[in-house]
């Protein structure tokens, strides 16, 4: 992850700039949820970018499901680094379950 990568608040809303708030957001992210986040398949994309279809389950911190999904965590890559990452719907074109 490069030092100014730009990370999806997938579970607040919005982005983080920068590993400082990437490590806050994660942190307060896992207080409060529990999340499972599974890759399932890897699609190559224009200009550096890899679409990543993932099974997600989060769990509230009693074990409740409150989500149970297929979506896509798109990732930026420049210089083997990860410059961005974003949710995403995956397309229609048959991925996801």
């Not at 590993?19 to 529990?34: D, G, K, L, M, P």
């Not at 599974?38 to 993932?54: C, N, R, S, W």
């Amino acid at each position: 992850m490069t030092p100014d990568v730009a990370w999806t608040k997938a579970f607040k809303g919005g982005f983080v700039r920068g590993t400082e708030e990437v490590r806050a957001y994660w942190t307060e992210q896992w207080s409060e949820i529990n999340p499972h986040v599974e890759p399932i398949a890897f699609y190559p994309e224009d200009a550096g970018q890899v679409l990543v279809e993932v099974h997600q389950v989060v769990r509230d911190l009693t074990g409740a499901v409150l989500a149970d999904e297929h979506v896509g965590h798109r990732f930026t890559i420049e210089h083997g680094l990860i410059q961005a990452m974003e949710v995403c719907p995956l397309p229609s074109s048959g991925l996801g379950a």
